[in-house]
């Protein structure tokens, strides 16, 4: 007998409601994605029904100036429909200007922005203390460092990570700063026993104290100077190299130490089995290690410091200070961009054509003169000698452009801004030259931008059309009966393009008059006729038919929209408010006729969303969470009992086929002694 087809057989007649719960499970599947992808629709025309509820969408202004060349305006939605008259414009707002009045290169010498201070320090290319060696400046010896760590929620126990055997230079305390959050504290002398707010002092250890408590998780900028630099490593076998931390060290004091022996190093960097070579940072060993070598150094470097102080459209009365830390191995690129990219408020560059520094406030205006303060001639104020000799920033070496506030009279009244572009009542106005009222005034009108509300409008009708024309062709979608799931044995026989046709009719009127998607287009649709009776609507503008948009003539569209183009113009351009208030009045009732209509689909919306959560979920839920996954639960339990069934069915057929196999083969064997019997009885 064969068993295997037999049981076979057997077992596809056994699997045929198994099947038929698998198809189940599959359309239960395809219901769920269908609902999902709709909700995902609704989703994207709730973002939508948000934007049409802000006022932008209905108040779009326009400014025409009578003279562009002179003033130009915007205007935002907060506007009002005004008139502006400016009818004299005696200065401009400008940012203060430094530029050195010559040079900061030594005679017949120039300077390379992208190369170290050091070296073109050593070879005299700055105009100030040039000739070798001689330094343009006065260096300092040590160590710079910034460290970046979180506040603790106290006043104490925040430290900066030093190696062993360095220590804070705490006598410098007022070339470092601290920044919590961005804002500068004042660092005062380590012995100072009480501290007030936005203050903080540092111990040689790196310990901060504060005279406030710094948030927990706030981030504290530390930019401080050690009176050396350490640095410990091990190198693994074969290396041949070190790179340190620092470039451009000094070779006085420079120690070495190698497993833990001191080695010497003479001054040109040599030592007995290598060379350090100082302005790179490098330690290169003339042979390979020939084991995990432990090795450590000791040494400083050069540096320098300068701050700029300044005043800003923030800092009221006081300056705003910001402090610079400059390494011998920085460039003078370097050191422009770091000053740039800080709060200091300026623009510094350097011509290499002129070799001339420029910085240039990044604000127009004349704050310090705002501030109402004791007389000066700038807002900027310089102070260290790299600033100073160096870069040639001192009173003596620059020339000065003052900041000026703009000042002009509109509509009659005097008055100045810092800026040339300025606010009023929601219009920004940009002066663009200076005139006398001898060349006539020019007039700014504000009005409204019908054009632009209508494209707004427009442009939800469209996405409204877009998706109740997806949402109908789903609820009037044909259904295929004779066109179930395939089944396994069904694809087997089925080519991929075949599987694909199936599928699609397969797939198709799953949704189709499903009495929540129907109801969401009929709620959306009486949204829309409703009249809408609050307060602020023009009796005669109270519904979308008298502005002209209207349902579309074919009631197979589902009740899309169609728009007169020329009567909802009319309406904006004649009554801009009426409309608003229309679409989106009422926001505070609690009644739907008073509603405006975006606020009622915005509702209806909502409502259909969460059915539609509640039957089918989303990406983020468990089939325990809605009524189309609890029913896939359901079906998956029973196609695992209706397993468990066919595996003991299966079992049981192979029993009895094997047992009636058995007796098969005993009476074919009872038969042929008989026939012995009866052979040899003859």
């Not at 120039?110 to 100030?128: E, H, M, P, R, Y």
């Not at 510094?348 to 003169?369: L, N, Q």
Request: aromatic share 8%.
């Amino acid at each position: 007998m064969d068993i295997d087809s037999l049981v076979a057989d057997l077992m596809k007649a056994e699997r045929m409601p198994l099947d038929k719960l698998k198809q189940k499970k599959q359309v239960l599947e395809w219901q769920r994605d269908d609902y999902r992808a709709i909700n995902t629709l609704l989703l994207d025309f709730r973002n939508e029904l948000t934007q049409m509820k802000l006022t932008t969408k209905y108040r779009v202004r326009s400014v025409t100036s009578s003279d562009e060349a002179r003033v130009t305006a915007t205007a935002s939605s907060a506007a009002g429909l005004n008139s502006f008259s400016i009818s004299k414009v005696s200065k401009l707002a400008s940012a203060e200007n430094w530029v050195t009045t010559g040079s900061i290169a030594a005679t017949n010498k120039s300077i390379d922005a992208t190369k170290s201070l050091a070296s073109q320090d050593a070879n005299g290319n700055f105009g100030v203390g040039s000739g070798g060696a001689a330094p343009a400046w006065n260096w300092e010896t040590g160590a710079v460092g910034t460290q970046t760590i979180l506040g603790n929620g106290s006043t104490t126990g925040l430290k900066i990570n030093l190696a062993e055997g360095e220590a804070v230079d705490t006598a410098k305390f007022g070339k470092m700063s601290v920044k919590v959050n961005g804002v500068s504290y004042e660092l005062v002398d380590p012995s100072t026993a009480s501290l007030g707010q936005k203050q903080v002092k540092m111990a040689a250890d790196g310990s901060l104290t504060f005279g406030e408590t710094v948030a927990a998780g706030a981030s504290v900028k530390v930019d401080y100077i050690t009176d050396k630099k350490v640095q410990t490593a091990t190198l693994k076998k074969d290396s041949k190299m070190w790179q340190l931390d620092k470039r451009n060290i000094n070779s006085t004091g420079f120690s070495l130490t190698i497993n833990g022996s001191a080695v010497s190093v003479a001054s040109d960097g040599t030592f007995s089995t290598g060379k350090v070579d100082f302005e790179k940072g490098t330690i290169t060993f003339d042979n390979p290690l020939t084991a995990d070598t432990e090795i450590s150094t000791s040494y400083t470097q050069n540096y320098a410091d300068f701050s700029i102080k300044t005043y800003t459209s923030t800092s009221g009365t006081s300056q705003i200070e910001e402090k610079f830390l400059i390494e011998s191995s920085d460039s003078l690129n370097q050191v422009i961009n770091e000053v740039n990219s800080s709060k200091a408020g300026v623009s510094m560059f350097f011509d290499t054509a002129t070799g001339k520094v420029s910085m240039m406030r990044t604000e127009s205006g004349d704050y310090f003169e705002n501030s109402n303060t004791v007389a000066r001639d700038s807002d900027i104020t310089i102070a260290g000698d790299f600033a100073l000799q160096a870069l040639q920033l001192g009173d003596n070496t620059v020339t000065k452009t003052h900041g000026e506030n703009a000042s002009f009279i509109i509509n009659g009244l005097e008055t100045t801004r810092s800026s040339n572009t300025f606010e009023i009542n929601g219009v920004t106005i940009t002066l663009k030259s200076k005139f006398e009222e001898t060349a006539g005034a020019v007039s700014l009108s504000v009005k409204n931008n019908g054009d632009q509300i209508f494209e707004n409008i427009k442009g939800f009708v469209e996405k409204y059309n877009e998706l109740i024309g997806k949402i109908n062709s789903k609820v009037t979608e044909e259904k295929y009966r004779s066109y179930t799931p395939l089944t396994d044995e069904q694809r087997e026989q089925l080519s991929d393009k075949q599987q694909e046709l199936w599928e699609e009719k397969a797939k198709s009127g799953r949704l189709r008059r499903d009495s929540v998607l129907t109801g969401a287009l009929s709620s959306m649709r009486m949204d829309f006729y409703q009249p809408v009776t609050n307060s602020e609507t023009n009796p005669l503008l109270n519904q979308l038919a008298a502005i002209g948009i209207t349902t579309t003539s074919s009631y197979l569209e589902g009740g899309k929209l169609e728009i007169s183009e020329s009567k909802l113009k009319e309406a904006i351009n004649s009554n801009p408010d009426a409309v608003e208030a229309l679409f989106r009045g009422g926001s505070d009732s609690s009644l739907d006729s008073e509603k405006g209509i975006m606020h009622r689909l915005y509702d209806t919306v909502n409502g259909v969303m969460d059915k539609l959560k509640e039957k089918a979920g989303n990406s983020f839920s468990t089939n325990t969470q809605f009524t189309l996954g609890k029913n896939l639960i359901d079906v998956d339990k029973r196609i695992d009992r209706f397993e468990d069934r066919l595996r003991q069915v299966e079992d049981r057929y192979w029993r009895q086929f094997t047992a009636m196999e058995k007796a098969i083969q005993q009476a074919n064997q009872q038969s042929a002694f008989l026939m012995n019997q009866f052979n040899g009885g003859m």
